[in-house]
C-alpha cells in the first residue's frame, strides 16, 4: 500500500487518557500535515512537520497537544488528558516536498477518537 | 473573515444530471492554489482537482471541471452526468503561497451532495 497510513482507524478514550495518533506519510514524501475534522464541520489545520521539524503549528491548541515527526518511522499526534471535546476526526496528509513537486496533498483515511 | 465560502449546505441532483458546487474564496496572496476533494460516508478524503490562481484554462478531470473566474474569487465545481456514487461531501480548499506551496491548506465548510435515481 503506497498511499497515507494511519492507525488506528477508530480510538476511545476515557476522559484524562492518553491518545497517539499515527501517520505514515507516501513513500518518498517528507512533508505531513494534521487537520481535525470535528462532527459535520470542515478540517481545521493544526500543525504541518517535516523530519525532525515542526513547520508551522498555529493551528494546534497551546495545550495537551504535540505532534512530531522523528527521522525514523511515523509521525505522531499526541493529546494528553483527552476531554469530550477533542472527540474528532483527525487526518493525516503529506505531499512530497521537492522543488516544483507536486502541489497536491495526499490524505489518509483518517483516525476517529471518540472520548467517553 | 472565512477565507473559503460554501453557502450551500445541502444538495439535490437527479441521477445522469450537472451539478455546480460553489465555491468563493478570499485571499491577498498573487500565488494560491484551489482544490476540491470528496469525503463520501467512509470518511476518507478524495482529492477531486486542482486549478493554479495562474493557470490560464480551467482545470478539467474527467466529469469534474473547474469554473474559475479569478475577478469574481470563485472556484465552483461542476459534475457532469452526476452518479449515484457521487452522494457525499464536498470541501472546497485554497492554498496560499507560491514559493513555499508545501503551506497548510484552508477547507470550506463543505456542502452535501445527495444523487437522486
Known amino acids: 500500500n503506497a498511499g497515507v497510513m494511519q492507525n488506528p482507524r477508530h480510538l476511545v478514550r476515557r476522559r484524562g487518557q492518553e491518545a497517539r495518533l499515527r501517520c505514515s506519510p507516501m513513500?518518498?514524501?517528507?512533508?505531513v500535515y494534521w487537520y481535525r475534522q470535528l462532527p459535520e464541520e470542515g478540517l481545521k489545520f493544526m500543525v504541518y512537520?517535516?523530519?525532525?521539524?515542526?513547520?508551522?503549528e498555529s493551528g494546534m491548541p497551546k495545550e495537551r497537544f504535540s505532534a512530531e515527526f522523528p527521522k525514523e518511522g511515523p509521525s505522531i499526534l499526541r493529546i494528553q488528558q483527552v476531554v469530550r471535546g477533542d472527540s474528532a476526526a483527525y487526518f493525516c496528509?503529506?505531499?512530497?516536498?521537492?522543488?516544483?513537486?507536486?502541489?497536491?496533498?495526499?490524505f489518509g483515511p483518517g483516525t476517529r477518537l471518540t472520548v467517553t | 473573515a472565512q477565507k473559503i465560502t460554501q453557502t450551500q449546505p445541502g444538495m439535490f441532483v437527479q441521477e445522469k444530471e450537472a451539478v455546480t458546487l460553489d465555491c468563493t474564496y478570499d485571499?491577498?496572496?498573487?500565488?494560491?492554489?484551489l482544490f476540491w476533494y470528496k469525503q463520501p460516508s467512509s470518511g476518507e478524503m478524495i482529492f477531486l482537482i486542482y486549478?493554479?490562481?495562474?493557470?490560464?484554462q480551467n482545470a478539467t478531470e474527467g466529469r469534474y471541471s473547474l469554473n474559475f473566474q479569478k475577478a469574481r474569487k470563485s472556484a465552483n465545481l461542476v459534475i457532469s452526468a452526476s452518479q449515484l456514487g457521487d452522494s457525499a461531501m464536498y470541501f472546497c480548499?485554497?492554498?496560499?503561497?507560491?514559493?513555499?506551496?508545501?503551506?497548510?491548506?484552508?477547507f470550506g465548510p463543505g456542502t452535501s451532495l445527495s444523487v437522486i435515481p
Open positions: 496528509a503529506s505531499s512530497s516536498g521537492l522543488a516544483g513537486g507536486s502541489y497536491e496533498q495526499y
Open positions: 513513500k518518498g514524501h517528507s512533508h
Open positions: 512537520l517535516q523530519k525532525e521539524n515542526i513547520i508551522d
Open positions: 485571499t491577498s496572496d498573487p500565488s494560491y492554489g
Open positions: 486549478q493554479g490562481s495562474y493557470d490560464q
Open positions: 480548499a485554497m492554498r496560499e503561497g507560491g514559493k513555499t506551496s508545501y503551506d497548510k491548506v484552508i
